[in-house]
Nanobody, 125 residues
């Protein structure tokens, strides 16, 4: 049973930074064949893709976070990270870690099979 556990959320002011982590466990196959992503959902809005990283380390970002967020994946530790800088109030949301088999950095929620419970990020003005 694959488990994803997010951490690192919190409350910051506009312009601040946070680093989210996602610890993965329970894979029955090599983590090399896993692609991962971060998604977020604000109240009253649909879940949207933030960033994804594929098996080869290729990354993909939503336009709204390009230049501000950085996704990385430490395969040795089975841990995914999202470094968030220059945070804005519109970044406020519940952030989810997700994983899928295969190599793709496509940011589509339906591609991802495994999901964490989420960690809250709140940015105040």
């Amino acid at each position: 049973q694959v488990q994803l556990v997010e951490s690192g959320g919190g409350s910051v002011q506009t312009g601040g930074s946070l680093r989210l982590s996602c610890a993965a466990s329970g894979y029955t196959y090599s983590s090399f064949y896993i692609s991962m992503g971060w998604f977020r959902q604000a109240p009253g809005k649909e879940r949207e893709g933030v960033a994804a990283i594929d098996c080869d380390g290729n990354t993909n970002y939503a336009d709204s976070v390009k230049g501000r967020f950085t996704i990385s994946h430490d395969r040795a530790k089975n841990t995914l990270y999202l470094q968030m800088s220059s945070l804005k109030p519109e970044d406020t949301a519940l952030y989810y870690c997700a994983a899928r088999t295969g190599c793709s950095s496509r940011l589509r929620t339906t591609d991802f099979r495994y999901w964490g419970q989420g960690t809250q990020v709140t940015v105040s003005s």
